[in-house]
């Protein structure tokens, strides 16, 4: 499966750039400047990236990505697949502690996976095929799949809500709800959250490495840092001068039109991450106006993508009009299935479709946040668009976090604003679950969808998805806008830095002669 995304590769260029020339010194506190407050620190539970972000430096999964964005082991020690590639049976590395000193055995990973696979919408659409999942001894977990699946390693390596392994006793504690303790086995252990403030992560003393290079986020992780503090700043342009000032190492979702001033910056590097997301509005096909297909249609066809991406990222650099799901950088899944539905600037067709579906003016919820600044700014110019088409817009401006909250209650929006990152196998792809806040939920797609999990043929996995794209424009599944490259800022002390799709610290460090 290399071939996939061997050009994602290419493309990102500064991905997974080694730093050998330099020596590593261990020590200092890292401060990063994030996007906002995360609304949890439980990576089972939201979908949400700054979770991701965070928490993955103090939990950690049984697989995660190589360079090549393949799964390769990082909790396990590697894997057999028997009966017709319906067993997996993972062994598991011996001596890994958890941050309460407490040995990671078989009796914690059952438990995590389960709950993952109950709660996380990627584990959602994996454990439909899962019979059951058991304990062999202390170091091997049997996966009993239904049917052979192609996307198994790659769920279970997957970052973003992720499946942590966290001791047993926290996932008897959290039942259905999120956990308490936030416990797991990274090379960082949680100390605090002060709200509005920081939380801070502290080197775990007794992390447990594994012994190959690094590669990709898989191999050696080095926590190098005494303390990272991750700190919730909302403003953009704080952001961008604590970075300048030297208060904060890193500023991330930093404004695409600050990019020239960046590099004119003393000390400080200018990082685009490339592909990083797409933009889009989710639409809510559980309950309210839209589960009306018409006035569905009627949204995009009203749009002009091209205004509205300008508007949320400025630079042409900073963003593309393609209305694909996977990014063309991943040949293998990129298609033009449903491309004439993309990017119609048509308010004619779009005023026709008001009119048959009786539509009578009533407000278009559509929550947003300035916390990301496009977001706001991609919904402003779409709400002037669909206003000239006939539509009327409640446009509700929150913080990211009440967003995440809000969006998981169909009776309180029509519309919110995000963006979708990159994922390597398209049947994991948050973006077409049916589980997911928006819920769309059509027979024809969501049994295309278990197919692609089944299938473990390339060209018969491709055609498949071929569909699911075609029926995503032809439902209006989502309605995505484009293609869009982050811009964060780095001091040039940081060192070890990867500029990557996925944010993460460990390897990295200080160079405190600067």
Request: proline share 6%.
């Amino acid at each position: 499966m290399a071939r996939i995304v061997l050009a994602c590769v290419l493309v990102l260029g500064l991905t997974f750039t080694a730093h050998a020339q330099e020596q590593p010194k261990p020590g200092g506190v890292l401060k990063a400047a994030m996007i906002g407050e995360p609304p949890s620190l439980d990576l089972h539970w939201t979908t949400a990236v700054i979770v991701q972000q965070i928490t993955w430096h103090m939990y950690e999964t049984l697989y995660t990505y190589d360079k090549g964005f393949d799964p390769i082991p990082m909790l396990a020690e590697g894997h057999a697949i028997t009966d017709g590639g319906r067993r997996y049976t993972i062994r598991l590395r011996q001596g890994v502690r958890f941050h309460n000193g407490k040995e990671m055995t078989s009796a914690d990973v059952v438990p995590s996976l389960n709950r993952w696979g109950r709660m996380a919408t990627p584990g959602k659409a994996l454990w439909k095929f899962v019979e059951v999942v058991e304990a062999k001894g202390p170091y091997e977990v049997v996966i009993h799949l239904k049917e052979p699946s192609g996307s198994l390693l790659y769920g279970l390596a997957r970052p973003n809500n992720g499946a942590a392994i966290y001791p047993k006793e926290i996932m008897e504690a959290a039942g259905t709800g999120q956990v308490k303790e936030f416990i797991g086995t990274g090379p960082y252990r949680f100390v605090e959250h002060k709200p509005d403030r920081h939380i801070k992560v502290a080197r775990f003393k007794d992390y447990v490495a594994r012994p190959e290079p690094p590669d990709g986020y898989g191999g050696k992780r080095v926590a190098f840092f005494d303390e990272i503090l991750f700190v919730p700043v909302p403003d953009v342009s704080v952001r961008l001068a604590g970075v300048e000032t030297g208060e904060y190492h890193y500023g991330q979702q930093i404004k695409q039109d600050q990019y020239d001033r960046i590099k004119t910056m003393p000390g400080v590097s200018a990082r685009v991450i490339r592909p990083s997301a797409w933009s889009t509005a989710v639409i809510n096909h559980k309950q309210g106006l839209l589960t009306d297909k018409r006035l569905r249609q009627a949204l995009q066809a009203a749009l002009d993508m091209e205004p509205i991406m300008a508007a949320g990222f400025g630079h042409k650099d900073f963003y593309r009009l393609d209305g694909a799901v996977m990014f063309p950088e991943q040949p293998a899944w990129h298609t033009t299935a449903g491309f004439e539905l993309y990017n119609q600037k048509n308010q004619a067709k779009a005023q026709k479709l008001l009119r048959e579906a009786g539509y009578a003016g009533q407000p278009i919820r559509w929550i947003t946040t300035q916390e990301y600044q496009w977001m706001y700014k991609n919904a402003l110019v779409a709400r002037q668009q669909l206003e000239g088409a006939g539509f009327k817009i409640d446009l509700q401006v929150v913080d990211w976090a009440t967003l995440v909250q809000r969006r998981n209650k169909p009776e309180l929006y029509e519309v919110f604003s995000t963006g979708f990152t990159f994922g390597p196998d398209p049947a994991l792809a948050t973006s077409v679950q049916c589980n997911w806040p928006g819920w769309w939920c059509l027979e024809e797609k969501d049994r295309l969808m278990d197919a692609l999990i089944k299938e473990t043929d390339l060209k018969k996995r491709r055609t498949l998805w071929e569909r699911v794209q075609q029926l995503f424009h032809e439902d209006v599944g989502r309605i995505k806008f484009g293609d869009y490259f982050s811009l964060d800022a780095v001091r040039k002390d940081l060192k070890g830095f990867a500029s990557t799709p996925e944010l993460y610290f460990w390897n990295a460090w200080l160079d405190t002669r600067r």
